[in-house]
């Protein structure tokens, strides 16, 4: 048997939001959540068990990992080594092309290449949905990027028992009509966030007044959300996600001490979003746990909405995606 494998994984930035947990260490969300996986930035992971080792060893893009990072990683793969039944450390090598920490989920794709990867080298012959729920314990949202374009992520809300609630907790594809969507990413600051999202979503919860009122609008967003894809809707798609992502960051402002990602240079690029749907295109701003900006638009409008936030990022960079391909093994 193989003891080696290495997959490949692509971001997704969410158009109904994840924030908030009911249970820290399974990684249940309160909220169901949805997302657009991207065709740029993706992490390439490999993993070979390696008996002599004895004990991990991570690179992250060419660094040995330690503290935090590393602990997560260690974490997840004793998750997949007691379900192998097996005590075989691993020699872990991660290739990111995400700007980390940048609000720009590169947890996510890290996670789930690593869920393929880690799987496939310890013999555990999981579905994508198996693997969509052990992707979701490494972070919420890499259960997401199992798939490619849209998906949506089960909270498992309905669940009677927290078992059942993990088997419910997973990401699926997302019925898509006639849509032809881009992400345009404007990155305003590629450096590292100040507060994690694991941390400021936890305050949040456990301090903002606005976090239930949002949680239970998020859900009729979610609903529309649906529709509207189904519809091929791009006006009604991005009206959607702008509002469910300005709630969440509502929701962090309200917290105790408030969690704050926007920046100046964040609400110049909204500025220059609400100017081009004067200007007759359709373009809506969606935000994540850092002051970057993504766009969503119409293909064909793509150029011009890049050319418009170039003019409002002075230092920054803008990037065009599409929807791009789920996490799968990379034959060697
Ligand atoms: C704002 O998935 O990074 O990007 O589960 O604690 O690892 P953990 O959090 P993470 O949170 C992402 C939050 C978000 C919204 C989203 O992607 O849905």
């Not at 971001?11 to 924030?19: D, G, Q, R, S, T």
């Not at 649906?226 to 969440?248: P, Q, S």
């Amino acid at each position: 048997r193989r003891t080696r494998a290495t997959a490949v994984a692509h971001p997704n930035i969410a158009l109904i939001k994840y924030w908030g947990k009911r249970d820290e260490n399974l990684v249940l969300p309160r909220v169901d959540s949805l997302s657009m996986t991207l065709d740029i930035f993706p992490t390439t992971t490999t993993v070979r068990l390696a008996p002599d080792t004895g004990h991990d060893i991570v690179t992250l893009n060419g660094r040995t990992a330690e503290g935090e990072p590393l602990r997560r990683i260690v974490a997840f793969l004793d998750l997949v080594r007691e379900r192998a039944g097996s005590a075989c450390p691993a020699v872990v090598d991660s290739e990111n092309t995400v700007p980390t920490g940048a609000g720009l989920a590169s947890s996510a794709s890290g996670f789930a290449a690593l869920a393929v990867a880690a799987s496939a080298a310890y013999g555990l012959g999981l579905d994508a949905t198996a693997l969509s729920r052990l992707a979701r314990r490494g972070s919420g949202s890499a259960c997401r990027s199992l798939f490619g374009g849209f998906a949506v992520w089960h909270a498992g809300l309905d669940a009677a028992t927290v078992a059942e609630a993990d088997l419910a907790s997973h990401a699926e594809p997302v019925l898509c009509g006639d849509l032809d969507p881009a992400l345009v990413v404007a990155v305003v600051d590629a450096g590292p966030k100040t507060v994690s999202s694991r941390a400021a979503m936890r305050r949040t919860v456990d301090t903002s007044p606005l976090y239930e009122p949002w949680a239970v609008s998020s859900a009729r967003d979610l609903t529309e959300m649906r529709a509207a894809l189904l519809a091929g809707d791009i006006e009604a798609v991005g009206e959607i996600a702008e509002r469910n992502a300005l709630g969440m960051h509502a929701t962090m402002l309200a917290a105790r001490p408030a969690v704050r990602y926007l920046s100046p240079a964040t609400l110049t690029v909204l500025d220059r979003v609400l100017r081009l749907r004067q200007d007759g295109i359709p373009a809506y701003a969606t935000m994540d746990a850092g002051p970057n900006v993504k766009v969503l638009c119409r293909r064909p409008d793509a150029d011009t909405v890049a050319e418009a936030l170039r003019g409002a990022v002075a230092d920054g960079s803008v990037v065009v995606a599409a929807p791009g391909p789920g996490a799968r093994p990379v034959h060697e």
